[in-house]
C-alpha cells in the first residue's frame, strides 16, 4: 500500500485506522483463502451458527448484506454444503438456513486463522496494548453494546 502524499494526511486519526482496517482484513482474508473461504462466507457462517435456523432475510439483515449478494453467497455455501435452506417452520413462504456439520467444521478452521490473523496484526502490541486497544477501538467505532455493526 502506498503512503499517503502529505505528512498532514498521515496524522489524521482516520487515515491510520483506514490503513490499519485495510491491513486486518488484508491479513484476515488470506487467512480465509487459505481455507477456500472469503469473508462474507465466514461471516454468514458465523451468523449462521449464533443466530441458527433464520429465516433467509433475517440473516440479510443481521448482517447488513443486500439480499441479492446474499443469495450468491447462499448459493455458494449451499453448492459447497456447508449450509442448507428449508422451508422456515415459522413461516412456510419463507427459507430458513441453516449450518451443516460440515459448515460448523469449516467455520471451527476458519476461526482459528481469523483468530491467528489478527494476532498477527496487533503482535506490535503488549497484552495490556491490546486491551487498552481493543477498548478505545469500540468506544470510537461505535460498536458498544447495542449497537449494530457491518463486515465489509
Known sequence: MA??????????PSWLLGRAAARGRALVADALAAEGM????HVALSALRDLGPVAQADLGRGIALDPKDLVG????LQAAGLVVRAPDPKDRRK???????D?????????????EANETLLAPLSAAEREQFMDLLTRVSGAGAGTRTTCD
Open 103 to 115: 459448515g460448523g467444521r469449516l467455520l471451527e478452521r476458519c476461526e482459528k486463522a481469523a483468530r
Open 3 to 12: 503512503e499517503a502524499p502529505l505528512p498532514a494526511i498521515r496524522s489524521l
Open 95 to 101: 427459507n430458513a438456513v441453516s449450518l451443516t456439520e
Open 73 to 76: 453467497v447462499l448459493n455458494d
Open 38 to 41: 472469503k469473508m462474507w462466507h
